[in-house]
């Protein structure tokens, strides 16, 4: 199993840019989730999708868009870039199955919007 | 979701025994204790969770008093690969809100030789 893949690992963009964060599970996860890390704080959810064709915000929602319409595939898209958008940006899954809490995250991308 | 507090930071050195102590006075019923671990550049990885009194694995213990008001997470032997930053999380495990886990800001644990 490769897990939860995330591409690019590196992105830089202009402000008023739009783009894709990809993000893949091959673990047959019902639940997946966005967050977004600045510089030395804690994690920060954006939006999470507990099945296919079911999303819903998190803290932080505003300037994304999610969608799910796989259970593999859970797209990040940042609509207009801003500034305030740089951050490391993580996914994650696990199981439905509440005998098994471990949540699985992917290794980051990393956003710089100038 | 119950809202946790943590250091901020701690330092220890090899081969003690660290104990990171997380407060989380207003954790529910259905709310379960999860703690994380992070280092640079990478995603969050799970240790441990429990629900009361003492859970152990093979990487960490889980001390949760009866009250639950709060939870500490114990290495034993810590190494210079366990520094990194500790996550307790507090939440709900049922399916209506099992994938809407918070994370805190962390305690960031600093182990010297």
């Known amino acids: 199993n490769a897990g939860v893949t995330q591409t690019p690992k590196f992105q830089v963009l202009k402000t008023g840019q739009s783009m894709t964060l990809q993000c893949a599970q091959d673990m047959n996860h019902e639940y997946m989730s966005w967050y977004r890390q600045d510089p030395g704080m804690g994690l920060r959810l954006i939006h999470y999708s507990v099945g296919a064709g079911i999303t819903d915000q998190g803290e932080v929602p505003n300037g994304y868009n999610v969608s799910r319409s796989t259970t593999e595939d859970f797209p990040l898209r940042l609509l207009l870039a801003a500034p305030s958008q740089t951050s490391v940006y993580f996914c994650?899954?696990?199981?439905?199955?509440?005998?098994?809490?471990?949540?699985?995250f992917g290794p980051g991308t990393r956003l710089t919007v100038t | 979701l119950a809202k946790t507090t943590q250091p901020i930071s701690m330092d220890s050195y090899e081969g003690q025994e660290v104990n990171i102590t997380c407060s989380h006075n207003?954790?529910?019923?259905?709310?379960?204790i999860t703690w994380y671990q992070q280092f640079p550049s990478q995603g969050p990885r799970f240790i441990i969770q429990?629900?009361?009194t003492k859970v152990t694995n093979e990487v960490a213990s889980l001390f949760i008093p009866a009250d639950r008001k709060s939870s500490t997470l114990s290495l034993p032997r810590v190494s210079l690969s366990d520094t990194a930053v500790y996550y307790c999380?507090?939440?709900?495990?049922?399916?209506?809100?099992?994938?809407?886990?918070?994370f805190g800001s962390g305690t960031r644990l600093s182990i010297r030789p």
């Open positions: 429990g629900y009361k």
């Open positions: 207003n954790i529910a019923t259905n709310d379960y």
């Open positions: 994650a899954s696990r199981s439905r199955d509440q005998r098994i809490h471990e949540q699985y």
């Open positions: 999380l507090v939440g709900d495990i049922s399916y209506s809100s099992a994938s809407k886990i918070i």
